[in-house]
């Protein structure tokens, strides 16, 4: 627990001065435990499928309504349905969270991309994307429908950003490893909604991560806003006319929050702030009206503050390809599919469009429709990772498994969370099906896809991405 003597004189000044007679009841706060929260993924359920999985009436998080407060009693990360296995004691080890069902995240932490306004078509970029919070709700509003382009500039957490977007099920999505100067030299005025949430000095996550707290004693405020400045003036390029930018942080520290909001509009007055209501507890900015500052002193969720942004209509827009800007797309002849590629999609009863089929050093990619992929780029993912082609067969990956509905897939093993070859399977495991089968088949848990078995009569070889298990 961090205590008020523990915190530097300048920020406890900062914090009285924004807070005024709150600033009592926020260090009071700091005693308190962070709240945890799961957001239904809406691409595989919707909330109330949740709820009778869990087996919970969870508390809804106001603002978000596919979020939810896991644990009246914060921080306890108790078992909630499955009581016959004991293994099973917390949400992050829980079958339904394997099958990517729900994602954990900071109630807080669902709201930026919650007032980006996103629905089903729409281009989005989340520029800083990892570990994915925000990029698996966007897809969850897209549902399947237009184009996710996720980056991240550190290689390391992309990864983490790749494992999280993989098991959400999500196809319609470009993960990317990129400065955001790159990419804007690529994407130029190709989306209609950005999500900036930027590094910061997490100032609003003290209570919940102790390590954020030694990082900032080390590195304070000063030092990110020339990053955050930088990032908005890229992700300003890569907008439509017209669009919506969410810039958010997790940090209350107005040198961040309004100083670097001030900084860019300066130089960008074709953007308006697009007023978010405040609402819910969230408290608006005196310097910066129209933003909010979300702090736990006011409502059940950590510190942080969100803007949205509008970039004016004011020249018409125009279409990337009437400007000539498609040209470095991947565009392919409709690749002649190796028949074991073919047999394998046939198994999964859905609709492929072939043309989207894209074959790189035996891997076979499923690509989001239209989109722009250029070179130049580092894509970690162009679409969906459907498996790779070897000598007189194929094998699918992790990934296309947690994209496939369980009605999608004629014969699965369709087994119930109670039953115990569920935590096997996710150990990495040989499991034995009830009925005899020869071939690749679909595990699933209550009709959720969880990855692929190699079946030889009853025996099931197991399949489960190795790097995923249950240890
Ligand atoms: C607050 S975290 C993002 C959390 C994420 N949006 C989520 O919801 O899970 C900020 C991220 O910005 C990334 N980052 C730092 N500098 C960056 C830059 N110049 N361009 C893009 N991303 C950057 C960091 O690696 C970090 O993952």
Request: glycine share 8%; aromatic share 12%.
């Amino acid at each position: 627990m961090i205590q008020e003597k523990d915190l530097p004189k300048a920020y406890k000044d900062a914090m009285q001065k924004l807070l005024g007679e709150d600033y009592k009841a926020y260090i009071k706060s700091l005693d308190e435990k962070p709240y945890v929260g799961i957001r239904t993924n809406l691409l595989k359920l919707d909330s109330d499928r949740l709820k009778e999985l869990l087996d919970r009436d969870f508390k809804s998080v106001p603002w978000v309504k596919e979020g939810f407060y896991f644990e009246e009693e914060r921080g306890v990360l108790t078992t909630p349905s499955i009581k016959y296995n004991k293994k099973i004691n917390s949400i992050s080890k829980n079958p339904y969270y394997f099958a990517g069902l729900y994602y954990i995240q900071e109630p807080s932490a669902m709201t930026p991309a919650s007032i980006a306004k996103i629905k089903p078509g729409d281009k989005v970029l989340d520029l800083c994307a990892a570990p994915g919070g925000k990029s698996t709700q966007i897809a969850s509003y897209l549902q399947g429908e237009g184009l996710l382009v996720t980056n991240d500039f550190s290689a390391s957490r992309v990864k983490a950003l790749q494992k999280n977007v993989e098991v959400s099920g999500i196809d319609n999505v470009l993960i990317t490893n990129e400065d955001p100067k790159h990419l804007s030299e690529v994407y130029s005025e190709y989306f209609d909604k950005i999500i900036v949430d930027a590094p910061c000095s997490g100032e609003g996550m003290f209570r919940r991560d102790s390590a954020v707290f030694k990082a900032y004693l080390g590195r304070g405020p000063e030092s990110f806003t020339g990053i955050q400045v930088g990032i908005l003036n890229e992700a300003a390029k890569m907008l439509k006319p017209g669009g919506t930018l969410v810039y958010s942080t997790c940090t209350y520290s107005s040198i961040e929050d309004e100083g670097s909001l001030i900084s860019f509009l300066e130089n960008h007055n074709d953007f308006d702030i697009d007023k978010i209501t405040p609402e819910f507890g969230f408290e608006e900015s005196k310097q910066l009206p129209g933003t909010v500052r979300l702090f736990p002193h006011k409502l059940k969720g950590e510190g942080h503050f969100v803007a949205r942004l509008k970039k004016q209509d004011g020249k018409k827009y125009i279409e990337l390809k009437e400007k000539g800007k498609g040209k470095n797309k991947k565009k392919q002849k409709p690749p002649k599919l190796p028949k074991e590629l073919s047999d394998f999609l046939k198994k999964i009863n859905r609709k492929w469009d072939y043309e989207r089929i894209f074959i790189n050093k035996d891997y076979a990619y499923y690509l989001p429709k239209d989109a722009l992929i250029d070179k130049s780029l580092h894509y970690i993912r162009t679409g969906l990772l459907l498996g790779e082609i070897k000598k007189n067969r194929f094998e699918p990956f992790q990934a296309l498994a947690m994209n496939i509905k369980s009605d999608e897939w004629e014969n699965p093993l369709d087994l119930s969370a109670t039953d115990e070859r569920v935590v096997k399977y996710l150990k990495g495991e040989t499991i034995e099906a009830d009925d005899e089968y020869s071939g690749i088949r679909l595990v699933c848990v209550d009709g959720f896809s969880l990855g692929f078995v190699k079946q030889n009569k009853r025996s099931c070889k197991n399949k489960y991405y190795q790097g995923w298990r249950w240890v």
